[in-house]
């Protein structure tokens, strides 16, 4: 899997957007960029997958630009209970097969009032 | 409730001893994914099963070994217990729809004593 670099942490205050940007230099053609979402204590949670320019959802948007070196999940208007950690993801689809998924350090969001 | 089902949620035991933790997955869903997350080391892979077969094989210990049942269900074995195997152990299902949309259940909070 293409090794992913996130910051380790973010602050923001409730109600604006925050966007966190995942670095995957070596991503393959055949990669899709996901996103998790953990609470304390908590599975992780599958947030939004894509595998170029943008994808959206009821939860959040994902901006991947033409060489998908990166991406970034934008997350509009958080709230305290946006506070997560949030993990990015970078792996080929193979249904049924060996799938390692790997998780890095991911960043801790932390939402303030 | 995310559709995986976690057994216990919570089990303290003595250094030495053996516990198994058991994991029910998603309807539907084939492939079992066992992972280990300590405060320290973050999301550990451990494991995956695909209906019934071991597929992949992380950073699992020789006293750690694990199980798919024909009814799919699967048991994560723990044996000589130590202290670091403290730790919350996540089962995840998923990935035959062609998607990274893995589904974590709740845990074990595992405590060594």
Known sequence: ?113 | DSGVTQTPKHLITATGQRVTLRCSPRSGDLSVYWYQQSLDQGLQFLIQYYNGEERAKGNILERFSAQQFPDLHSELNLSSLELGDSALYFCASGGETGTYGYTFGSGTRLTVV
């Open chain 1, 1 to 113: 899997l293409a090794k992913t670099t996130q910051p380790i942490s973010m602050d923001s205050y409730e109600g604006q957007e925050v966007n966190i940007t995942c670095s995957h230099n070596n991503i393959a053609t055949n990669d899709y960029i996901t996103w998790y979402q953990q609470f304390p204590s908590q599975g992780p949670r599958f947030i939004i997958q894509g595998y170029k320019t943008k994808v959206t959802n009821e939860v959040a948007s994902l901006f991947i630009p033409a060489d998908r070196k990166s991406s970034t999940l934008s997350l509009p208007r958080v709230s305290l209970s946006d506070t997560a950690v949030y993990y990015c993801l970078v792996g080929p689809l193979r249904i049924g097969a060996t799938n390692k998924l790997i998780f890095g350090t991911g960043t801790l969001l932390a939402v303030q009032p």
